[in-house]
């Protein structure tokens, strides 16, 4: 242990990152078998790959925190998992941008070409006579057949109050533990990943009234694969933030965070708010308009 | 907590972890993963290069000698995608995890783990890209762009090749994150912003693309697999979608990717032409706004790739003149080059050679890029050989000789021993004249009219394919010398270098020793004038 002041902070290798690099290995080459329907190969490296992967976040993970409460960790580390943290979400903002991409232009340009608008015409014309577009829609070809939607100002407006509920419930939590009042952080911090799970649960519901009531489906044409795609990944990530959120609630509980220093707290903090700004513009042109 | 500013927790630092599993599969200092990139990126070049040479052999003359047509397109789609992920992208990467931190005066990258993390993805990524030759089906066949409906069609080997990719966007995020968070956090106190070494401005510019664009990619082929496994409509005309937001998506990543593998190389030359012409480099601050501006106009040029597509005319005309807009940053850089150089006091080293062939050979990729760009013109050249012609300019003699270029100009720093000279002089010269010969004449068969991605072509094309394939195996062994310099530079040089292996260089990776220790900078250094390359010089 060389401490010396004004010294860099570099850490010492670690045995984690070949973990994880193998684990993402055998879980894409699992899911890869498996969907080939290659069994039961697939199924078991998926697993296998998984656990390594769970394995791994709690090596890494644990030993990131235990570290970081030895004081280890200078300002300047802090600084950089903050800059890690910001990149990361901008790129899951682009992710979404794709699939956001993908709505507005089958939207915007490609359903009102395929149904003759502009230079779309002779495609309208010589294959798909008397398609007439509008949105939604599953194509010339109505594939998945006759659908309906989610309409907007029920379950979906209820998950939009929950959601956004949460956001307001993990402020107060970072508030009451920037004034050092765990006795009122807990609660609050606690509220926020039900409120998500809540949120998982109604998709969930809502999902399975789509597909047994609406006959809305994945397959329902570009509707039902941007309406799908969009929210499940959506949801997904909520899944991914409530889980965050329970390990950070956990770790509150322990006390591992002090009033200047919750790292941990405010980047899966940062992540939730993502989460949220995305259902905002899920709820606008998804389920709205 | 924050009393003591900062500590290195347990490894003294002159410790060269022992063993080969800690050092390097625990790996967490920025010079070891840096090499590690390196090798894997030769590696692959070889590899891509390999396939290369199949291909070449196949054309050498008209009529299906050596492949089936379906091994055939699956080379060109293999060789395509290891060459961009696997050699020059990893490449880039390594010189920047060498160089960067000791260019701007850091310990190490900021977030050492995951810049392990990052690198170990890579083979396995690979791994599985480079088993798909061995599955029922074959590899992907359909051109390293994966278009739909025609990938939609491949056998077992698709979602192998997606996962593959999203591996790749996985290690390029977070390597991109640990440039950014290294270039913005660890600077030492007086590397100023507008002070900083060239290279390490357009990694910081090119590491903004990449976490931009990676994920869009990764978005794209996440449709292609759910349109194959799970029967979505994205790409299938009769459920309301189309295959051109495929292509929209697609280029919306691959162009700025384009700039992603030259912005680097546009960094390296910036570095050496000073060096050699014994000049600061002529207008530093152009230098830098050309290449934001660059980076910016990346974004809005994509459907230059898809002119036949059957795109309205306003949108046809749009992406034609912000194509045009981007030779007037990219000629500001060419510009300055050529003013760095003008009456400074030139030698020509290896790495100095490789640079001005970069700067004439880049440009003639550059032009024919401008006759691509241009929606008449490109009705009749596109899909041609001119498109292999163009881009194989700007990725081999302009990424690929920026890397040599790199990699020749910083060996001698981290080995310690001078390369032999005269073996990189006649690895140059018979790179610079091979690889004309092997790329030039794609011109002509293009604009003659031969389609790519073709196993065999009518006999009217025959000798300029022959000449073509001549140059491309004597471009191809010339790279064995390449690699045996660096081994003799590693391994059996005896001539020790200097720290400031290159008389004209400066900036601060020339003030420490030559080979750089193990770990370097574990305080931030104190920058005395005459120091840094920019900022406290005249210009």
Redesign the interface.
Known sequence: MSQQAGAYYVPHGSRWPIIAAVGLFIFMWGAAHWLDGIEPEGPLLLAAGAAILIFMFFGWFGEVARESMKGLYSDQVDLSFRMGMMWFIFSEVMFFGAFFGALFYSRGLQVPWLAGEGHGALTNLYLFRGYTGGWPTNGPDAIGGVFQTVPPWGEPLINTLILLSSSVTVTIAHHALRDGNRRRMLPWLVATPILGMLFVFLQAREYMDAYTHLNLTLHSGIYGATFFMLTGFHGLHVTLGSIMLWVIAYRAWRGHFSKEHHFAFEAVAWYWHFVDIVWLGLFLFVYII | ??T??????????DDV?KGFV?RW????NHKDIGTMYLVLALVMFFIGGAMAMVIRAELFEPGLQLVQPYFFNELTTLHGLIMIFGAIMPAFVGLANWQIPLMIG???M?????N??SF??LP??F??LLSTLFLPGGAAAGGWVMYPPLVLQSG?SL??T???I??MG?SS?MG???I???I???RAPGVDLLKMPLFVWTWLITAFLL??????L???V??L??DK??????F???????V??YE??FW?FGHPEVYVMILPAFGVISEVIPTFARKPIFGYKPMVYATASIAFLSFIVWAHHMFTV?L?VGAQLFFMYATMLISVPTGVKVFNWVATMWKGSMTFETPMLFAVAFVILFTVGGFSGLMLGLVPADYQYHNSYFVVAHFHYVLVTGAAFGIMTGVYYWLPKWTGHMYSERWGKIHFWLSVISVNVLFFPMHFLGLAGMPRRIPDYNVAFADWNMVSSIGGFVFGATQLIFVGNIIYSVYFAKSRAPARVWEGARGLEWEVPSPAPH?T????PEIRPGMLAHGDVAH
């Open positions: 907590m924050s003591h500013a900062a500590t290195h927790d347990d490894v003294h630092h972890p800690h599969l625990f790996a967490t850091a310990p190490d900021a977030l050492p783990r995951m392990n993390l170990w993805i396995f990524a791994l599985l077992e979602a192998f997606i996962f593959a999203h591996l996985i995020i991109s994150i640990n950014i968070a290294t913005l956090n660890l976490i931009a664009v990676m994920p869009v990764a978005g794209a996440t449709m697999l759910t496994y799970f029967g979505t409509n994205f299938n005309a009769a459920g309301g979608g189309d051109l937001l929209h998506i919306f059957g309205p770990h900078y574990s305080t931030p």
